[in-house]
């Protein structure tokens, strides 16, 4: 059996976004062995939890949405995008669920922020340095990222290397690029684990729970699947959701098997 990967809908008022990317995610779960399971941002939230418990992971994909910086307790910038409340419940629910099971967990952009607010953590509203993040919509390099070696995104990325990993290697890597919101101070239990070298903006999350994964980047491999960085984050995702099934996630009944 695959393990199944909740995906909650990019936007709920921009079906042309939603079309465009949500594809995208897709394809990437199940080029590494997973099913992906939509999550309609219309859906009750009895509807949410009871698709989320069929689930063996969380994919939190980007938005042209933004936080409502109400919730980390900032006055809103000129810059900041109205918010999607439907799209934060389905978030919220979907984290929650992850965090109460310890199943795995990927975020990528608006992901990623999201995640952080939702574990505490602040937001730099609006990018405004010398490198330009938000400028490379579609698939192609944009920016380096450092790697924190000693992270488990690192050891992720180190495989792609061939080479052997020490805790002093630096990991380098160019990434895609489209957002103009990052993480600022980070979430409780999170810690940042890769940066642009050039300005310091934070690229990448993952939590510190060992029996957790739980990862997020400002990236987005789902656009670049080519690359063998982001296959290896996709596989390590979905490997991480069927050790959830086969060990803790054994015991939640298939979706047939619930009552209507």
Known sequence: ??????????????????????????????????????????????????????????????????????????????????????????????????????????????????????????????????????????PGPSHRVVIAPDSRLGAIFAQTTGLPQSASDQLERIVNSSHHQAAASVGDGLRAVAWCPDDQVIEAVEGNWPDHWVIAVQWHPERMMEDPGAQALFRAFVDAARSFHANAGAAVPDFESLPG
């Not at 309609?40 to 933004?66: E, F």
């Not at 975020?107 to 330009?132: I, K």
């Open 1 to 138: 059996m695959k393990p199944r990967i909740a995906i909650p809908q990019p936007h709920s008022a921009n079906p042309a976004f939603v079309a465009k990317s949500f594809p995208q995610y897709c394809q990437a779960v199940e080029r590494a062995g997973g099913e992906p399971v939509e999550i309609g941002l219309d859906c009750p939230n009895a509807g949410i939890m009871r698709l989320a418990i069929t689930c063996d992971g969380v994919l939190l994909p980007g938005s042209p949405a933004d936080i409502n910086p109400e919730k980390y307790g900032a006055p809103r910038d000129p810059h900041t995008a109205p918010a999607d409340s439907a799209r934060d419940n389905a978030d919220e629910l979907l984290m929650q669920d992850a965090f109460n099971m310890r199943k795995p967990l990927l975020g990528v952009c608006f992901g990623l922020q999201a995640l952080n607010v939702w574990r505490t953590g602040t937001l730099v509203q609006h990018l405004s340095g010398p490198v330009q993040h938000s400028g490379t919509p579609a």
